[in-house]
């Protein structure tokens, strides 16, 4: 029998997809839509600043690819380094499989198949390659990865973004699990550095060192061959309580596509996903109940371990710390009953009415039943609501927040979504743009998506 890495790359050099289901092209579609839209709204953000002159300071003169996050083209892996940032700066994008796999896999796509002159339908391919190897690593771990330190979007979406890379470029079966192999070394990524820069970087960086581990691989650089299962290798590794699955063989092959199963959550609020069922509670009630932020006593919240060591800002001063702040969230949704890029601010944050309904809110992590289709958060997050009055007012049990591939965005709402992120774009014909990716598959050139 094949080690889990051969097997894998087995499936990266000839997925065997066949004509592939209407609906995986369209969940694939939606995250393409989706992280053009967060990657354009968040390439003001200074990180992208950085990371963008840090690139132009090494002084290649490589043009293979559109970097969408400024202007410009660059080598594909720095198209996809800068791309990446942009596109995780704001924390509104997919999620999935513990992570936000769009925000990696799409501009590594966009950049690897713009440089080899490749089509949407290639893209489109690539992307779901990567998404099912996401997948088949994700479904190995039975523990939070969060709960060890690791974020998943950098450390699976490493791999994936390789087997992406990898497929796109035709590596033969021995030459993709090289790349396999070498993607399992670069992967890194700390939940400590959430609600700083350097957490949108761990998407950019998964994103370009995807692609250098493939261009690695492809020019013959080896790695071993059994990287990814050894019990001294990425898995293993990686496993918060050594209990990673090594052995189990890979069911990448004859069975439905696993995003067929999982799809994706498409971000309703551009702040951690662990705050949206909790957020969508209390604007609901707050809407119901017409309450005024001065009538609230107290406010309640059960939620997740997992999620709880995510949410690790409990009185944010900033619009980037409170992205990570389940007491930012409940006061923004009493006080503006929205959380939107207009209270993710400096200003708002640091508004004294918002900063005292910070200290009123009361979190208790629940270590319970997991959420099947989230397994890093709980079954269920609940919240209460005590006004001065003495009334309580209860959510009872949150399931799936709004967005939530369970409880999908209306395509209207999609659409509204990608024009509000890039309204300010005044060099992107928004409509054009809009209009191609909703037929990605029938493009000849990736080139053409944003040139015509």
């Known amino acids: 029998m094949s080690g ?18 209407a609906r995986a092209v369209e969940i694939a579609q939606s995250g393409f839509i989706d992280t053009v839209a967060t990657l354009i709204a968040g390439r003001e953000e200074p990180v992208v600043g950085i990371v963008t002159r840090f690139v132009a300071a090494r002084g290649s003169t490589a043009s293979e690819a559109t970097v969408l996050a400024g202007s410009g083209r660059a080598a594909s892996a720095d198209a996809a380094l800068i791309n990446g940032t942009a596109g995780h700066a704001l924390d509104f994008d997919d999620v999935a499989m513990g ?3 769009s925000t990696v896999l799409v501009p590594t796509v966009l950049a690897e198949a713009e440089a080899l002159g490749l089509g949407g339908a290639d893209a489109v391919r690539a992307y779901l390659v990567g998404y099912e190897v996401w997948s088949e690593l994700f479904r190995r771990e039975p523990d939070a990865y969060h709960l060890k330190g690791w974020h998943p979007t950098a450390v699976l979406g490493t791999v994936a973004a390789a087997a992406a890379s990898a497929h796109l470029r035709g590596l033969p079966v021995d030459r993709a699990r090289h790349a396999l192999s070498l993607a399992g070394s670069f992967a890194a990524g700390l939940v400590a550095n959430f609600g700083t820069m350097t957490k949108p970087l761990h ?31 990425y898995l293993a590794a990686l496993s918060p309580t050594g209990k990673a699955d090594l052995d189990a063989p890979v ?21 951690c996903y662990a705050t ?64 939107g890029l207009a209270e993710l601010t400096d200003r708002f944050v640091n508004q004294p009415g918002v900063q005292r309904l910070m200290e009123r809110v009361r979190i208790q992590a629940v270590d319970g039943e997991r959420c099947p289709h ?23 049990d949150l399931r799936f927040a709004r967005g939530n591939a369970m409880l999908p965005l209306k395509p209207a709402d999609l ?27 029938e493009l000849p050139r990736i080139a053409q998506l944003f040139h015509g």
Request: proline share 5%; glycine share 6%; net charge neutral.
């Open 4 to 21: 889990l890495t051969r097997s894998l790359a087995e499936f990266v050099h000839a997925p065997g997809f066949g004509a592939l289901p």
């Open 99 to 101: 992570g936000h796999p």
């Open 203 to 233: 998407a950019g960086r998964a994103a370009a060192s995807g692609i250098e581990a493939a261009k690695l691989a492809q020019a013959g650089l080896t790695a071993a061959d059994d990287a990814i299962e050894h019990h001294a290798g």
């Open 251 to 271: 069911i990448t092959r004859n069975r439905p596509l696993g995003i067929l199963d999982t799809g994706l959550s498409i971000k309703k609020y551009p702040i």
């Open 276 to 339: 949206h069922r909790v957020i969508d509670a209390v604007i609901d009630l707050a809407q119901a109940h017409d309450l005024q932020p001065e009538a609230v006593r107290e406010v309640r919240a059960w939620i997740g371990v997992a999620q709880a060591s995510m949410l690790r800002n409990h009185r944010p001063v900033t619009g980037l710390a409170a992205k990570f702040s389940l007491e930012f969230a409940v006061a923004s949704s009493l006080t503006a009953r929205s959380v």
């Open 374 to 396: 989230e397994p890093v958060f709980a079954l269920n997050d609940r919240i209460e609501i005590e006004l001065t009055d003495g009334r309580v007012l209860a959510s009872g």
């Open 415 to 441: 659409k509204a979504k990608f024009f509000d992120c890039t309204r300010a774009a005044r060099d992107l014909d928004a409509e054009a743009v809009f209009e191609r990716l909703n037929r990605l598959p």
